[in-house]
């Protein structure tokens, strides 16, 4: 039977295993929410580590700890936030909606180390609330280190990640630009365009997609730290949060400020569903891009055919020889997680706040880490494993000169109805608009100017550039 110790918090004794730095709160909140196995993910606990370990200074800088206190707690803080005790955190994402399960789960785990790290022959005594919870609540604590775990995964991950696709993207459409071919409206033939073309407008979302991870970073840098219970600040020294956010703005190189509205940074979720939306534009965002490169390496037979996507693995286990677009499912899962995961987010702003907070902040935090986890992970891996090795075929320049829609450099030269009567018989008939045409009197001449493919991917009348 595993040995267990017997510890005390202010509703009385609880049986915690005997080696556990943390107590009795903890582990009631263990047996409370035994919901779906899953914890806070490591970067969460890294952020509120980092919380802990700032705070602690700052309250040694202000003598509201004693400094032998403080050395020990910001070095069992660090620890926290080096992933040394992640084993520690067990409670359950389903649990209290303010967090205040995993605050006190944090607070009991670096006091104990706190305590290992002073020894019994000290003469001081960490404990949870007095001292490693000074000048804090669950209430401005947990809405802090959600934030912050979001900033420091935009920088470290999703940014990086947005930047390598959109390079990679940018290269293949400069690659790709002497390539002219059918474009494609309603899924149907429209004028030509250049591959080099769609691919710069791939890049270009990548590009606004950037803009809006920013947009997300600059509403998450912004903290409720301070506000403590409900956002009026007692207990707390005027000057403890401000001093806790520039700690953090240097241990993380991310500009975390205090927000200038307590009462509202702690009553609502809105900064996270702001950004969260934003995620979900990036993820809508990568679908569209491979979902049209995916049915451009459609085939290689029966399909679109104008773009071979690199092979890396066995498609099927009973066709020999099947090849499958499975970077670019990967993609679209990850992006269909990111989109239900916002509805998610929306609901835990909309129904979790009540008066003075929100209490649906763990699943709120927990979502949007996800969420901008696989975008990074996938937006990488789509860049790596697929986009970098893409090359076109002869299909796509191949089929320019049976588009029925080149009818429409036609239409200033004959009219928009006799132009569209070209384009319908062209298609009863399988003939070419260029056929057809010589046979209603168009020179060769007049033809090889308006009928030119790759004069039609720039803008200007009859074919060719404006004032040509």
């Not at 470290?156 to 390598?164: K, N, S, T, V």
Request: hydrophobic content about 40%; some cysteine; proline content about 5%.
């Amino acid at each position: 039977m595993a040995k267990t110790r017997i510890v005390k918090d202010s509703m009385g004794e609880m049986e915690v295993p005997a080696e556990a730095l943390y107590g009795a709160s903890t582990m009631r909140a263990v047996q409370n929410f035994p919901i779906s196995g899953t914890r806070f993910p490591r970067r969460f606990i890294r952020a509120l580590g980092l919380v802990k370990k700032a705070a602690a200074e700052v309250n040694g800088e202000l003598d509201l700890v004693p400094q032998g206190m403080v050395t020990a707690i910001v070095q069992a803080a660090g620890e926290v936030a080096d992933g040394r005790w992640d084993d520690e955190f067990p409670i359950d994402v389903y649990q209290t909606g303010s967090g205040t399960s995993t605050n006190t789960n944090a607070n009991e785990v670096i006091a104990t180390r706190a305590n290992q790290i002073l020894g019994e022959t000290s003469g001081l005594k960490v404990h949870p609330n007095d001292h490693v919870n000074r000048c804090q609540s669950s209430n401005d604590v947990i809405p802090t280190a959600i934030h912050l775990a979001c900033s420091m995964a935009i920088e470290e991950d999703l940014r990086p990640a947005l930047a390598q696709l959109e390079a990679s993207l940018a290269k293949k459409a400069e690659q790709f630009m002497p390539i002219v071919k059918t474009g494609r409206t309603h899924i149907q033939d429209a004028t030509p365009i250049r591959l080099g073309q769609e691919f710069l407008g791939y890049a270009g979302q990548l590009g606004e997609s950037g803009k809006r991870v920013e947009q997300a970073l600059a509403d998450l840098r912004e903290v409720a730290l301070g506000g403590t219970a409900v956002g009026t600040g007692i207990n707390a020294h005027p000057q403890f949060a401000a001093r806790v956010c520039g700690r953090l703005t240097e241990a993380t190189g991310i500009k975390v400020k205090e927000t200038g509205n307590h009462f509202h940074a702690q009553a609502t979720l809105d900064a996270l569903v702001s950004a969260h939306c934003r995620f979900k534009t990036v993820a809508v965002s990568l679908w569209k891009i491979g979902g049209d490169i995916r049915l451009m390496g459609s085939g290689p037979r029966a399909g679109i055919g104008e773009l071979y996507l690199p092979e890396v693995q066995p498609g099927s286990s009973i066709m020999p020889g099947k090849v499958n677009p499975v970077i670019i499912e990967s993609l679209t899962m990850a992006c269909a997680r990111v989109i239900g995961n916002d509805v998610t987010v929306t609901l835990c702003g909309q129904s979790g706040s009540f008066f003075e907070l929100n209490v649906m902040m763990p699943l709120a935090g927990v979502a949007s880490l996800e969420s901008i986890s696989l975008l990074a992970h996938s937006a990488a891996n789509f860049a790596t494993r697929c986009v970098d090795g893409i090359e076109a075929t002869e299909r796509g320049p191949e089929t320019v000169e049976k588009g029925l829609m080149l009818a429409t450099a036609l239409a200033p030269v004959l009219g928009y109805d006799e132009a569209a009567k070209i384009a319908k018989e062209a298609g009863r008939t399988g003939r070419t608009i260029r056929e057809l045409a010589l046979e209603k009197g168009i020179d060769e001449k007049t033809l090889a100017t308006v009928l030119d493919p790759a004069k039609m991917t720039e803008p200007g009348l009859e074919g060719g550039p404006a004032g040509g």
